[in-house]
């Protein structure tokens, strides 16, 4: 069966520092994976999505990036942190872009910007 | 982007009542998700529909296709406390992978 995990469930960063948060999903191959941000209470924002490696769409303009070194792993990073950048990320997949696939999300990461 | 529009809100209801959500949108959609998100926890995936009228169950779920494609209903009977969380609504189109799109969410609160 697939999995997704995500890392770490809970950052505390100071303004300006740097930021990397990883996914990785198991049990499948060529996934579509995507980056949301949730602010508190409120739905969900795509950030970012991938089709394949290397392939990053970026939904937003911001302060992060993403990057998909591998075909099964998705990066979400920032050079310098913003205090706006405080919030819930969500790293999901689903296999293939027809319709009729699901989405999976991981368990989420509590990012707060001090 | 695809606009989902979900209501209610939030619902206050007391324990064993039953639960009633929707989400409608302006465009066709070929499939409709539901999913619960607990407070700092990823959505989790309740049901899945692809057909228009579709009537799907999970237990005390029951979702339903809109016979136009545009809406999807979410009904949750007997209500228990463990329902509390946030209900999202999400419409997949088929074009391109970037074909999700979701509603603001129901935030449900069951009283004991």
């Known amino acids: 069966s697939q999995t997704i995990h995500q890392w770490p469930a809970t950052l505390v960063q100071p303004v300006g520092s740097p930021l990397s948060l990883e996914c990785t999903v198991e049990?499948?191959?060529?996934?579509?994976l995507y980056w949301y941000r949730q602010a508190a209470g409120r739905g969900l924002q795509l950030l970012f999505y991938?089709?394949?490696?290397?392939?990053i769409s970026s939904e937003v303009p911001q302060n992060l990036s993403a990057s998909r070194p591998q075909d099964r792993q998705f990066i979400l990073s920032s050079k310098k942190l913003l205090l706006s950048d405080s919030g819930f990320y969500l790293c999901?997949?689903?296999?293939?872009?027809?319709?009729?696939?699901?989405?999976?999300f991981g368990q989420g990461t509590r990012l707060t910007v001090v | 982007g695809q606009q989902l529009n979900q209501s209610p809100q939030s619902m206050f209801i007391q324990e064993g009542e039953d639960v009633s959500m929707n989400c409608t949108s302006s465009?066709?959609?070929?499939?409709w998700l539901w999913y619960k998100q607990e407070p700092g926890e990823g959505p989790v995936l309740l049901i899945a529909?692809?057909?228009?009228?579709e009537l799907t169950s999970n237990g005390r779920l029951t979702a339903q296709f809109g016979i136009t494609r545009k809406d999807s209903f979410l009904n949750i009977s007997a209500s228990i406390p463990s329902d509390v969380g946030i209900y999202f609504c999400?419409?997949?189109?088929?074009?391109?992978?970037?074909?999700?799109?979701f509603g603001t969410g129901t935030r449900l609160t069951v009283i004991p």
């Open positions: 999901s997949w689903s296999k293939g872009s027809w319709y009729g696939t699901e989405a999976f």
């Open positions: 049990g499948t191959s060529n996934p579509n």
């Open positions: 991938s089709v394949g490696i290397g392939q």
């Open positions: 465009s066709i959609f070929n499939t």
């Open positions: 529909l692809y057909k228009a009228g």
């Open positions: 999400a419409g997949q189109t088929q074009t391109g992978a970037n074909n999700l799109f």
